[in-house]
Protein backbone atom coordinates (compact mmCIF):
# COMPACT_ATOMS: atom_id res chain seq x y z
CA UNK A 1 0.00 0.00 0.00
CA UNK A 2 1.40 3.19 -0.64
CA UNK A 3 1.88 6.24 1.23
CA UNK A 4 -1.31 8.43 1.78
CA UNK A 5 -0.84 12.59 1.35
CA UNK A 6 -2.84 13.79 4.30
CA UNK A 7 -4.42 17.34 4.10
CA UNK A 8 -5.10 18.96 7.55
CA UNK A 9 -8.91 19.38 6.35
CA UNK A 10 -9.17 15.66 6.16
CA UNK A 11 -7.64 15.17 9.62
CA UNK A 12 -10.37 17.23 11.13
CA UNK A 13 -12.48 15.46 9.07
CA UNK A 14 -11.31 12.43 10.40
CA UNK A 15 -11.85 13.32 13.83
CA UNK A 16 -15.58 13.77 13.75
CA UNK A 17 -16.24 10.68 12.33
CA UNK A 18 -14.59 9.13 14.96
CA UNK A 19 -16.48 11.34 17.53
CA UNK A 20 -19.66 9.23 15.72
CA UNK A 21 -18.08 6.08 17.09
CA UNK A 22 -17.13 7.16 20.70
CA UNK A 23 -18.67 8.45 24.33
CA UNK A 24 -17.52 11.43 25.28
CA UNK A 25 -15.03 9.91 27.64
CA UNK A 26 -13.86 7.44 25.18
CA UNK A 27 -13.45 10.65 22.38
CA UNK A 28 -11.89 12.55 24.71
CA UNK A 29 -9.11 10.00 25.30
CA UNK A 30 -9.10 9.56 21.43
CA UNK A 31 -8.08 13.47 20.89
CA UNK A 32 -5.46 13.04 24.20
CA UNK A 33 -3.63 10.38 21.91
CA UNK A 34 -3.84 12.31 18.73
CA UNK A 35 -2.21 14.90 20.96
CA UNK A 36 0.56 12.94 22.58
CA UNK A 37 1.27 11.17 19.00
CA UNK A 38 2.16 14.54 17.58
CA UNK A 39 4.37 15.57 20.74
CA UNK A 40 6.07 12.20 20.48
CA UNK A 41 6.19 12.59 16.72
CA UNK A 42 8.19 15.78 17.53
CA UNK A 43 10.75 14.02 19.28
CA UNK A 44 10.80 11.10 16.75
CA UNK A 45 9.43 10.99 13.42
CA UNK A 46 8.62 15.03 12.49
CA UNK A 47 8.16 13.94 9.47
CA UNK A 48 5.08 11.51 9.87
CA UNK A 49 2.94 13.87 12.66
CA UNK A 50 0.09 13.38 10.04
CA UNK A 51 0.18 9.88 9.62
CA UNK A 52 1.12 9.53 13.29
CA UNK A 53 -2.55 11.58 13.94
CA UNK A 54 -4.41 9.38 11.68
CA UNK A 55 -3.38 6.97 13.66
CA UNK A 56 -4.07 7.71 16.88
CA UNK A 57 -7.57 9.12 15.70
CA UNK A 58 -8.61 5.67 14.62
CA UNK A 59 -6.82 3.44 17.47
CA UNK A 60 -9.83 2.49 19.52
CA UNK A 61 -12.19 3.13 16.53
CA UNK A 62 -14.32 -0.51 17.88
CA UNK A 63 -13.58 -0.01 21.25
CA UNK A 64 -16.73 0.60 22.52
CA UNK A 65 -18.48 -2.63 20.58
CA UNK A 66 -19.41 -5.57 23.00
CA UNK A 67 -17.65 -8.79 23.29
CA UNK A 68 -20.40 -9.96 20.39
CA UNK A 69 -19.91 -7.29 17.66
CA UNK A 70 -15.87 -7.93 18.53
CA UNK A 71 -16.28 -11.53 17.44
CA UNK A 72 -19.13 -10.96 14.87
CA UNK A 73 -16.52 -8.55 13.04
CA UNK A 74 -13.98 -11.21 13.19
CA UNK A 75 -15.77 -13.74 11.64
CA UNK A 76 -16.77 -11.16 8.94
CA UNK A 77 -13.14 -10.66 8.46
CA UNK A 78 -12.23 -14.56 8.67
CA UNK A 79 -9.99 -13.18 11.45
CA UNK A 80 -8.34 -16.24 13.62
CA UNK A 81 -9.04 -15.50 17.57
CA UNK A 82 -6.28 -17.13 19.53
CA UNK A 83 -7.20 -18.84 23.05
CA UNK A 84 -6.17 -15.29 25.48
CA UNK A 85 -7.67 -13.21 23.12
CA UNK A 86 -11.13 -14.75 23.99
CA UNK A 87 -10.12 -14.47 27.41
CA UNK A 88 -9.59 -10.92 26.96
CA UNK A 89 -12.16 -9.33 25.09
CA UNK A 90 -10.17 -6.11 25.67
CA UNK A 91 -7.72 -7.19 23.30
CA UNK A 92 -10.14 -7.84 20.03
CA UNK A 93 -10.56 -4.18 20.00
CA UNK A 94 -7.01 -3.45 18.71
CA UNK A 95 -7.94 -6.86 15.95
CA UNK A 96 -10.86 -5.49 14.72
CA UNK A 97 -10.23 -2.01 14.73
CA UNK A 98 -7.28 -2.44 12.19
CA UNK A 99 -9.66 -4.24 9.91
CA UNK A 100 -12.57 -1.27 10.15
CA UNK A 101 -9.67 0.77 9.68
CA UNK A 102 -8.28 -0.64 6.37
CA UNK A 103 -12.17 -1.11 5.07
CA UNK A 104 -13.94 2.06 5.82
CA UNK A 105 -10.89 4.76 5.79
CA UNK A 106 -8.89 3.50 3.37
CA UNK A 107 -8.53 7.24 1.96
CA UNK A 108 -6.08 7.98 4.76
CA UNK A 109 -5.19 4.84 6.47
CA UNK A 110 -2.39 2.97 4.96
CA UNK A 111 -0.34 0.30 5.86
CA UNK A 112 1.50 1.49 8.64
CA UNK A 113 -1.54 3.53 10.15
CA UNK A 114 -3.37 0.26 10.19
CA UNK A 115 0.05 -2.00 11.35
CA UNK A 116 0.09 0.70 14.53
CA UNK A 117 -3.70 0.36 14.61
CA UNK A 118 -3.06 -3.54 15.24
CA UNK A 119 -0.21 -3.26 18.03
CA UNK A 120 -1.11 -0.49 19.96
CA UNK A 121 -2.83 -2.64 22.60
CA UNK A 122 -0.29 -5.65 23.40
CA UNK A 123 3.25 -4.33 21.48
CA UNK A 124 4.67 -6.99 19.15
CA UNK A 125 8.34 -7.96 18.79
CA UNK A 126 10.30 -6.16 16.17
CA UNK A 127 7.81 -3.19 16.85
CA UNK A 128 8.71 -0.24 13.81
CA UNK A 129 8.98 3.12 15.61
CA UNK A 130 5.79 4.39 14.19
CA UNK A 131 4.03 1.64 16.10
CA UNK A 132 6.02 2.05 19.36
CA UNK A 133 4.52 5.92 19.70
CA UNK A 134 0.98 5.10 18.69
CA UNK A 135 1.45 2.69 21.69
CA UNK A 136 2.99 4.54 24.29
CA UNK A 137 0.96 7.51 23.33
CA UNK A 138 -2.40 5.60 24.24
CA UNK A 139 -0.39 4.57 27.35
CA UNK A 140 0.91 8.30 28.61
CA UNK A 141 -1.67 10.51 27.28
CA UNK A 142 -2.53 13.53 29.53
CA UNK A 143 -6.22 12.39 30.53
CA UNK A 144 -4.83 8.98 31.65
CA UNK A 145 -4.80 9.20 35.77
CA UNK A 146 -3.96 5.40 36.19
CA UNK A 147 -0.94 4.79 38.60
CA UNK A 148 0.65 3.12 35.96
CA UNK A 149 0.15 6.08 33.13
CA UNK A 150 1.11 8.59 35.52
CA UNK A 151 4.50 6.84 36.81
CA UNK A 152 5.28 5.85 32.94
CA UNK A 153 4.34 9.50 31.34
CA UNK A 154 6.54 10.63 34.07
CA UNK A 155 9.47 8.50 33.58
CA UNK A 156 9.33 9.03 30.29
CA UNK A 157 9.66 12.86 29.69
CA UNK A 158 12.09 12.84 32.98
CA UNK A 159 14.61 10.70 30.37
CA UNK A 160 13.75 13.26 27.65
CA UNK A 161 14.31 16.14 29.39
CA UNK A 162 18.00 14.58 30.41
CA UNK A 163 18.56 12.98 26.92
CA UNK A 164 21.02 15.03 24.83
CA UNK A 165 21.19 13.27 21.69
CA UNK A 166 18.59 11.99 19.12
CA UNK A 167 20.44 8.34 20.33
CA UNK A 168 19.67 9.00 24.13
CA UNK A 169 16.28 9.71 23.05
CA UNK A 170 15.67 6.75 21.29
CA UNK A 171 17.29 4.73 24.23
CA UNK A 172 14.56 6.37 26.81
CA UNK A 173 11.94 4.94 24.18
CA UNK A 174 13.25 1.48 24.66
CA UNK A 175 13.40 1.56 28.24
CA UNK A 176 10.13 3.26 28.61
CA UNK A 177 8.75 0.59 26.52
CA UNK A 178 10.18 -2.31 28.79
CA UNK A 179 8.53 -0.65 31.49
CA UNK A 180 5.37 -0.62 30.45
CA UNK A 181 5.40 -4.12 29.20
CA UNK A 182 6.58 -4.56 32.63
CA UNK A 183 3.66 -2.45 34.27
CA UNK A 184 1.33 -4.35 31.78
CA UNK A 185 2.80 -8.28 32.91
CA UNK A 186 2.53 -7.30 36.21
CA UNK A 187 -1.01 -6.16 36.57
CA UNK A 188 -2.34 -9.04 34.56
CA UNK A 189 -0.77 -11.79 36.62
CA UNK A 190 -1.94 -9.59 39.40
CA UNK A 191 -5.33 -10.17 38.54
CA UNK A 192 -4.94 -13.72 37.26
CA UNK A 193 -5.53 -13.04 33.76
CA UNK A 194 -3.64 -14.31 31.01
CA UNK A 195 -0.59 -12.60 29.09
CA UNK A 196 -0.77 -12.41 25.18
CA UNK A 197 1.90 -14.08 23.88
CA UNK A 198 3.07 -10.70 21.85
CA UNK A 199 3.73 -8.95 24.92
CA UNK A 200 6.16 -11.28 26.29
CA UNK A 201 7.50 -11.33 22.52
CA UNK A 202 7.36 -7.77 22.50
CA UNK A 203 9.70 -7.14 25.72
CA UNK A 204 12.20 -9.61 25.27
CA UNK A 205 12.85 -8.33 21.84
CA UNK A 206 13.17 -4.81 23.18
CA UNK A 207 14.97 -6.20 26.06
CA UNK A 208 17.37 -8.16 23.72
CA UNK A 209 17.79 -4.98 20.98
CA UNK A 210 18.52 -1.13 20.22
CA UNK A 211 15.81 0.11 18.43
CA UNK A 212 16.57 2.63 15.35
CA UNK A 213 15.20 5.09 12.91
CA UNK A 214 15.79 3.62 9.43
Known sequence: MEKISLSEERIEELRGEVSRF??????????????????LGELFLPQ???RLRVAALL?????????????KICSEFGIMVCGSEKASPKLLHAITGAAVAE??????????????????????????VFEMLIYLADYIEETRTFEDCIAL??????GIEKAKTAAERLEVLR??????FDMTIKA????????DRNTVDARNWFILNDISIP
Open 103 to 128: RDFSDCADSTVISAVRWHTTGRENMT
Open 22 to 39: QDGRRFSHTLGVEKEAAR
Open 59 to 71: HDITKMYDYEKQL
Open 153 to 158: RSYFYN
Open 188 to 195: LISEGAPV
Open 175 to 180: RAMILS
Open 48 to 50: EIA
